[in-house]
């Protein structure tokens, strides 16, 4: 997901079964672009699929190797090519990371809609049973799982009441309503060249 730090709003996401990829995250930005305007700026976290070439236009190694010599702007990567300002989150430090909070919602509100299919969220809250029902086919599909999911986000978590600090009760489209000061937006099909994935230069040689 991707999420507004200001309203808590979601603004993009991307559901999938998989590890983890860049390729994910790369498409719940595009959605949130889409949806809501090119950020000015965003926090990202220190894994690799989020601290990749494809975003930042440099790898991990060469951002450390940079370290006391100054930001030098980059010309790869799609936040460069978008003019979107990157920071890395605090290391082992689950207040920095937004998100880590709503995954907590997000475990207790949805998640448990599908009781059959429930695993809870570590092995000790495992529900009794919960196998057999999933080998007996009660799991719902992944089509069921999407559009329970975008329903749940846009109607229950963007539109509900928010209890955080700063939110005063309101709603996380309230609150980013009332804060968007200006809205960057692109053509889709000049979104389509700037968000595609980008690869490291590499160097050709006789082999």
């Not at 790869?76 to 430090?93: E, L």
């Not at 599908?114 to 092995?123: E, I, Q, S």
């Not at 200006?182 to 700037?194: G, I, N, Q, S, Y």
Request: proline share 5%.
């Amino acid at each position: 997901v991707w999420q507004d730090n200001a309203s808590r709003k979601i603004v993009g996401y991307d559901l999938y079964v998989g590890d983890p990829q860049t390729d994910n995250i790369i498409l719940a930005f595009r959605r949130a672009v889409i949806a809501q305007g090119v950020p000015e700026s965003v926090y990202v976290d220190n894994g690799k699929d989020y601290d990749s070439f494809a975003l930042h236009g440099r790898t991990k190694k060469q951002r450390r190797a940079r370290r006391g010599q100054g930001e030098r702007p980059f010309i790869y990567g799609i936040f460069a090519s978008m003019g979107v300002k990157a920071h890395n989150v605090q290391k082992y430090h689950g207040q920095s990371k937004l998100s880590e909070r709503y995954f907590g919602t997000m475990e207790g509100q949805f998640c448990r809609m599908f009781p059959d299919a429930y695993c809870g969220n570590r092995p000790d809250t495992r529900p009794e049973g919960v196998q057999k029902r999933l080998d007996a086919g009660k799991a719902p599909t992944l089509q069921e799982l999407a559009d329970a999911f975008g329903k749940w986000v846009e109607d229950v978590y963007n539109a509900g009441e928010h209890t955080g600090d700063g939110m005063d009760g309101k709603s996380p489209n309230q609150v980013f309503a009332e804060k968007l000061a200006t809205k960057r937006t692109a053509p889709h099909d000049l979104l389509d060249v700037l968000l595609l994935k980008h690869s490291k230069p590499v160097e050709v040689t006789q082999n």
